[in-house]
């Protein structure tokens, strides 16, 4: 989507020290090695415009998003945002909740842990399930919201922010992300994968307030199989932690 614009309908946060928007499957996060058009620069256009500003704006994605996942992506709108929320992200201080539409058959409820290697020459990861030296250990834990068919809605809570962690965990387990053909699904529902990143909640990085944002679910017939998770929910996710 090298012709992007960013819209009203696409903002999902703001105030003046973030912006957080609904980004879509295939545009990238940042910009990549060969130029190519972001929601960064979709953001810069977008903020120019609401607020009558000529030149350069400042707006740098917090986080990265795989180019092929849709949902939200949070962006800082100054210097000083930017920093703290790179703080919050490397300390885990985040809560991140994504929704998938996956194969197999998952459980109602499961803690995953792996190790994952990045392979970077193929933009993939191999996923072990014993621990070694050149790999980075993964958490994360599901719990099954629906399913439909050979399909299955799962709310995620992120634990850590591994490459493709989500897509690869999944994949190992047996129950992998429909669309995601990189990761093996054979699900005829998409050639991307139905992965979105749906809600997060954390302290604002300059209000010191805690805050959640969540999402409207995504468009489409694949998420219209399913019911929108509950607010209990989505509070289960977010209450959860490592410990059992």
Not at 184 to 189: A, C, I, M, V
Not at 226 to 242: D, M, Q, R
Request: hydrophobic share 40%; net charge positive; with cysteine.
């Amino acid at each position: 989507m090298k012709d992007f614009i960013l819209t009203d309908s696409d903002v999902v946060y703001l105030d003046n020290h973030l912006l957080v928007v609904n980004k879509p499957a295939g545009v990238l996060a940042q910009m990549d090695k060969d130029g190519n058009r972001s929601i960064e620069d979709a953001a810069r256009d977008w903020l120019r415009h609401k607020f009558n500003k000529p030149g350069n704006v400042f707006a740098t994605c917090a986080h990265r998003l795989d180019r092929p996942v849709a949902g939200l992506v949070i962006i800082a709108r100054t210097s000083k945002a930017l920093v703290r929320m790179n703080e919050i992200f490397s300390q885990r201080k985040i809560q991140k909740i994504y929704l998938a539409i996956v194969g197999g058959q998952p459980e109602q409820y499961l803690h995953l842990r792996h190790w994952i290697k990045k392979k970077e020459d193929i933009n993939k990861v191999w996923t072990y399930t014993y621990e070694r030296g050149d790999a980075k250990q993964a958490d994360l834990k599901y719990w099954m919201l629906g399913r439909s068919g050979d399909h299955s809605l799962v709310m995620v809570r992120l634990f850590t922010g591994r490459h493709h962690q989500i897509r690869a965990q999944l994949s190992l387990h047996g129950t992998p992300i429909a669309g995601d053909l990189k990761y093996g699904s054979k699900s005829p529902l998409s050639t991307n994968p139905l992965l979105y990143s749906y809600a997060a909640r954390f302290e604002h990085p300059v209000l010191k307030e805690l805050i959640t944002i969540k999402a409207p679910l995504p468009k489409g017939d694949n998420w219209s199989l399913f019911p929108e998770p509950t607010n209990e929910a989505l509070e289960t996710a977010f209450s959860a932690t490592l410990e059992p």
